[in-house]
């Protein structure tokens, strides 16, 4: 199946401990996300990479760590977790640049999500 | 505060009726999405109307962009249980040259048979 796919599905660990959370899309895109939702479902944006290269990073703890590997993957990388990071982080792509339209290049896949549980 | 916020917050509705979501932002803007998020699923695409647009229609879906106004609504038609989800709307602005996009806080529909 063509789609965004996120490891694990949910996530509950101890403060202080440090996890990854991985995703990766088959679509061919150029361009992924990292967006993270709160408990009021407010979606905010944390991390972007279009072709391995960082282009968007909010203002976020320096705790979270984004790592592309290929333009494929966009894995994250969270140290010293706090009570505060529990939410569902979801990984989205775009096809970016290696489309001819908005309707093409900016529309975006997100992935199922991940339920991380700080404890 | 969020450059994208929806109105209504919550909307209960019958089968068949028309639902209408409205979204209000505060920049400019490259263009408006709206997505759907059913409970506990990641977000699915709807519709992508352009700056230059001022309505569009996808099925039983109907987009407006009133950019005097700095906004936008949802129209969905003759609503089905299936059609229960919460709505975003989505802000595409640029950021070094690239798309990002800002999300509203969402419209929670509810649509009962």
């Known amino acids: 199946d063509t789609a965004v796919s996120q490891t694990p599905k949910y996530l509950v660990t101890q403060m202080g401990n440090d996890k990854s959370i991985k995703c990766e899309q088959n679509?061919?895109?150029?361009?992924m996300y990292w967006y993270k939702q709160d408990s009021k479902k407010f979606l905010k944006i944390m991390f972007s990479?279009?072709?391995?290269?960082?282009?968007i990073n909010e203002t976020v703890p320096n705790r979270f760590s984004p790592k592309s590997p290929d333009k494929a993957h966009l894995n994250l990388h969270i140290n010293s977790l706090e009570l505060g990071d529990s939410a569902v982080y979801f990984c989205?792509?775009?096809?970016?640049?290696?489309?001819?339209?908005?309707?093409?290049?900016?529309?975006?896949?997100f992935g199922p999500g991940t339920r991380l549980t700080v404890l | 505060s969020q450059q994208g916020e929806e109105d209504p917050q919550a909307l209960s509705i019958q089968e068949g009726e028309n639902a209408t979501m409205n979204c209000s932002y505060k920049?400019?803007?490259?263009?408006l999405q709206w997505y759907r998020q059913n409970s506990g699923r990641g977000l699915v695409h709807l519709i992508l109307?352009?700056?230059?647009?001022r309505e569009k229609h996808s099925g039983r879906l109907r987009v407006t962009l009133d950019t005097s106004k700095k906004s936008s609504s949802l129209l969905i038609t003759a609503s089905r249980a299936a059609d229960t989800a919460s709505y975003f709307c989505?802000?595409?602005?640029?950021?070094?040259?690239?798309?990002?996009?800002?999300f509203g806080a969402g419209t929670r529909l509810a649509v009962h048979p």
């Open positions: 989205a792509s775009s096809p970016g640049t290696s489309g001819a339209k908005p309707e093409t290049t900016d529309t975006q896949y």
């Open positions: 679509l061919g895109h150029d361009t």
């Open positions: 990479y279009n072709n391995k290269e960082l282009i």
């Open positions: 920049t400019s803007i490259n263009n």
């Open positions: 109307i352009r700056s230059n647009e």
């Open positions: 989505a802000t595409g602005l640029s950021s070094g040259g690239y798309n990002k996009l800002i």
